[in-house]
């Protein structure tokens, strides 16, 4: 079945302490994408990748950093999380970043910074 | 820069109506893409449908219409015949083709409840 896959979904966690939301899809895109989702703001990008070891900053990028060392993943780090980092984080993928493909999305991951 | 507008927090439709939700958008980019997501209570994105700037007539995908206005920069969604599974949150969103084509902008989303 193809998929976006999250991990984890939840995660309760304090101030500080490094944390990765791992993604990975397996429909061989090569553009995936980082979004955060908050009451009242929508969706806002993070980051995103056209290919591997090819990243750039979305809209709200402090705070966040990425790699992109396999097609499959994109991990989302967040070296020291602060509470206004708690959010609905999607991971998203589509096969070419312009034109019709619409953008598929994983399942989403709940984050709780105290 | 890129701009996407829902003006509608929030809308009731009953059982079997049809529905529209409004979204305006403001680009400077010639061509661009138009989706539309439904993200019901479980949380998980449902891609809907697309409208591209230079199709010629408006896309639909079963129950669901695109009412592109291009002149106006709207593309309302219209939903037939609704069901109580579209009660839901629905976004719009763009895509452009210049500088901003590999970033996804979306409104910040209309919530739907269907009554029976």
């Known amino acids: 079945e193809a998929q976006v896959t999250q991990n984890p979904r939840y995660l309760i966690t304090v101030t500080g302490k490094k944390l990765t939301v791992t993604c990975s899809q397996n429909?061989?895109?090569?553009?995936m994408s980082w979004y955060r989702q908050d009451p009242g703001l929508g969706l806002r990008q993070i980051y995103y990748?056209?290919?591997?070891?090819?990243?750039d900053k979305g809209d709200v990028p402090e705070g966040y950093k990425v790699s992109r060392k396999e097609k499959r993943n994109f991990p989302l780090i967040l070296e020291s999380p602060s509470p206004n980092q708690t959010s609905l984080y999607f991971c998203?993928?589509?096969?070419?970043?312009?034109?019709?493909?619409?953008?598929?999305f994983g399942d989403g991951t709940r984050l709780s910074i105290l | 820069a890129q701009k996407i507008t829902q003006t509608q927090p929030g809308m009731f439709v009953q059982e079997k109506e049809a529905v529209t939700l409004d979204c305006t958008y403001d680009?400077?980019?010639?061509?661009?893409?138009l989706f539309w997501y439904k993200q019901p209570s479980s949380g998980e994105m449902i891609f809907l449908i697309y409208?591209?700037?230079?199709?010629?007539q408006n896309a639909t995908e079963g129950r669901y219409s695109l009412n592109f206005q291009k002149a106006r920069k709207s593309a309302n969604l219209v939903i037939s015949a609704s069901q109580l599974g579209d009660s839901a949150m629905y976004f719009c969103?763009?895509?452009?083709?210049?500088?901003?084509?590999?970033?996804?902008?979306f409104g910040k989303g209309t919530k739907l409840s269907v009554i029976p």
């Open positions: 998203a993928s589509s096969s070419h970043p312009r034109g019709e493909q619409p953008q598929h």
């Open positions: 429909m061989n895109h090569e553009y």
């Open positions: 990748s056209m290919n591997v070891e090819v990243t």
């Open positions: 680009t400077s980019d010639q061509s661009y893409g």
């Open positions: 409208q591209g700037s230079y199709d010629e």
């Open positions: 969103a763009m895509r452009g083709s210049g500088a901003g084509s590999y970033q996804l902008t």
